[in-house]
């Protein structure tokens, strides 16, 4: 039937989450289906099987100030736990920098490790990838800053899938426009 507005049928709206929880259900997946942003909109929060460790892996050289900011947010603003913070310094020279990586070595969740070569940034993170065994890997950019809880967690849920070869986050420029929405290939 046709109706004037979304709100004359508002029985259709549980209908429809029920109807979406039970097709995953039939195939296998778990999760839950929440309200999305807006009327009729729903997200799909897979449960994360076996909690895996995750290896976010920031290079960087020098600007303490951005590296600082990024790994503050990633403590701070982190709802999964099971994660270790992997920087990788391409040559620093820089005093605050220095400071800033001593003041890191108490904690137990950040590794400092040294690719002592000329900036390449696929060789360095390959480099990286051999310092741990981490089962996920989150390659991470030392000028981005954690905003939403759930960043780690919700890429995790896809990231899982046997059908998802690997996942990235939206991201933002200051001012609140979209930066990167993600890739399409294979079209």
């Keep these: 039937s046709v109706a004037l507005s979304m709100t004359v049928k508002t029985y259709a709206f549980p209908a429809a989450k029920k109807a979406i929880k ?28 076996d909690h895996p460790r995750v290896c976010i892996i920031i290079p960087t050289r020098d600007k303490a100030s951005l590296l600082k900011q990024c790994i503050s947010s990633i ?15 391409n040559q620093s020279s820089e005093k605050e920098t220095v400071d800033y990586y001593n003041s890191l070595k108490s904690n137990d969740e950040i590794k400092i490790v040294h690719y002592n070569k000329p900036f390449n940034y696929s060789e360095i993170n390959n480099f990286a990838v051999n310092h741990t065994d981490a089962e996920v890997i989150v390659f991470l950019n030392n000028d981005t800053e954690v905003i939403n809880n759930e960043w780690l967690s919700s890429m995790l849920e896809f990231a899982q899938r046997e059908d998802v070869g690997a996942v990235g986050a939206k991201l933002y420029y200051p001012d609140d426009t979209i930066q990167h929405a993600g890739l399409i290939v294979g079209i």
């Design 22 to 49: 039970e097709f995953l259900d039939a195939r296998g997946r778990k999760a839950e289906v929440l309200d999305g942003f807006s009327l009729g909109a729903y997200r799909i929060k897979y449960h994360i099987k």
């Design 75 to 89: 403590l701070s603003k982190t709802d999964y736990k099971n994660y270790e913070i992997m920087v990788v310094d």
